[in-house]
């Protein structure tokens, strides 16, 4: 079985940092890509950042590249995003995910099957 648990949510000032923590179990983590989205309220969720476990290599959003970095500790079984210079519209739940072995694209939610259940991460102004 799946399990996805985030961690390292919380309230920072506009400017500062966080770091997401995401730990995995129950599959081959260097099968597949694993990303990060986001879902404000009233919005729809949307893809912040994913990376090949096997190869590492990395996609963001516009909207955040240069600002969060996502990498994985392969130890650990674990994925994190490092977020810098946060923005009050950064606020949001911040969700791990793995994504289909088919999928066709990375950026929908629909091209991942599991999921975790969410970290706050609060902005102030």
């Known amino acids: 079985q799946v399990q996805l648990v985030e961690s390292g949510g919380g309230l920072v000032q506009a400017g500062g940092s966080l770091r997401l923590s995401c730990a995995a179990s129950?599959?081959?983590?260097?099968?597949?890509?694993w990303g990060w989205f986001r879902q404000a309220p009233g919005k729809e969720r949307e893809f912040v950042a994913a990376i090949n476990w096997r190869s590492s290599l990395t996609y963001y959003a516009d909207y955040v590249k240069g600002r969060f970095t996502i990498s994985r500790d392969n130890a650990k079984n674990t994925v994190y995003l490092q977020m810098n210079s946060l923005k009050p519209e950064d606020t949001a739940v911040y969700y791990c995910a793995r994504r289909q072995l088919f999928a066709t694209a990375r950026t929908r939610p629909s091209d991942y099957d599991h999921w975790g259940q969410g970290t706050q991460v609060t902005v102030s102004s």
């Open positions: 129950g599959c081959t983590f260097s099968d597949y890509t």
